[in-house]
C-alpha cells in the first residue's frame, strides 16, 4: 500500500526570486495593487502606511533584508536535500491559481489535476495582471524565474495516482473538478513551477497537482474543509495498491501582501502541535489577498497529520514602509 512519508511547505513570493536589495523595489508594484488590514477590511497601501508601526522601518535596513534573504535560500536548500534524500515515488503538490489557468467563466474549487504530463511554459505571464508586461526589468526576471528559461518542458504526472485520488475523493464526496490537459499553448501556474524550479531544482519526480481555489469567491474552500480534504488525500493514498513513497506538498503563504506575524505565528503553533481545531477554525475574514494560501498549508497539514513537524525556518519579510510583504516561511515534516 502506498503512504505519505513527507511532508513540506513553502512560500513561493516573488521575493524568493529577487535579490535582497531589491526587495524595497516592490513599493512599486504594491501602491498599485488592493490591499487588507490585518482584520481582513480592504484597505490602500497609504491606508496602510498610515497605521504601520515606526519600527517597520528597522526592518528595512540592508543587513536585516541581507540576513532574511540568505535564510531564505538556505531554508529552499534544504527543502530540496530533504525532498530528494526520502526518495520519493510522488509528491502531490497543494496549490493555488491566480486566473493563470481557471477564470471566473470556471473556477473549480477543488482540482486535480491527472494529465500524463504538465508542461513549464517559458516567459509566461503569472497571473490575471494586464500590466505584466510594463513591469520594471527585475520584476520581470523575478517573476520569469517559476518558468523554464528557454524551451518548453513537461514534468512527470503520476496519472494513475491522480484518477485513484479523484475517485477517491468522490467516493469521500468531495465533488472534486478535474483536468487532464492544459488549455492550449498555456502552463502551469507559478504555484507548481515554484516546486519544479526552486524545490525540485528540475529534478522529474512524477507530480500530482491538487489546485484549491484559495484567493476567488464565492467557491473558496473553508478552512475546515481545506483540512478535511488533506485527511481524505491521505486516506485514498493510503488504500492505494502500490506500495508507493508519497510526499506532499504545500505551495504558497504565509500572509502578504501585508505581513501579519501574529496570523502566522498562530497558524506554525498549530501546525507543531498538531491543533486540527485551530487550523479549521482561523478566521476566513483573514484568509484573503495573500493570507489565502494558508489554505494550502492547511490542506497539507491535514495529510500529514500522522506525521510530526519537524523544521521550520520563519521570517517576516517586510520590503516597505507600509508593512507590505511576505510571511516567508518554510517546513518540513517526516
Known sequence: MASIVFGAGTSHTPMLNAAAEEWPLFEEIDRQRAHLHKDGRRATYDELLAVAPPSVQAELAPDKLGKRHAGAMSALGRLHDRLIGARLDAVVVIGDDHKELYHDDNMPSILVYRGETIANVPNRRQGPDPDAASRPDWAKRAFARYFEESDTRHYPVDARLANHLTAALIDRE???????????????????????????????????????????????????????????????????AEGLRI??????????????????????????????????????????????????????????????????????????????????CFAHWA
Open 174 to 240: 468531495f465533488d472534486v473538478a478535474s483536468a487532464n490537459a492544459l488549455p492550449e499553448g498555456e502552463g502551469e501556474g507559478h504555484a507548481f513551477g515554484f516546486v519544479h524550479r526552486r524545490i525540485m531544482k528540475g529534478v522529474a519526480i512524477p507530480v500530482v497537482p491538487v489546485v484549491l481555489n484559495t484567493y476567488y469567491p464565492p467557491n473558496q474552500p473553508a478552512p475546515r474543509r481545506c483540512y478535511r480534504l488533506g485527511q481524505a488525500i491521505r486516506e485514498a493514498i493510503e488504500g492505494y
Open 247 to 328: 510526499g506532499v506538498v504545500a505551495s504558497g503563504g504565509l500572509s502578504h501582501f501585508t505581513v501579519d506575524e501574529a496570523l502566522d505565528g498562530e497558524l506554525i503553533r498549530a501546525l507543531r502541535e498538531k491543533d486540527a481545531t485551530a487550523l479549521q477554525t482561523l478566521p476566513r475574514e483573514q484568509l484573503n489577498s495573500g493570507n489565502s494560501e494558508i489554505r494550502n498549508w492547511i490542506c497539507a497539514a491535514g495529510a500529514l497529520e500522522h506525521l510530526d513537524l519537524q523544521w521550520v525556518h520563519y521570517a517576516p519579510g517586510y520590503r516597505t514602509l507600509a508593512g507590505t510583504g511576505t510571511g516567508l
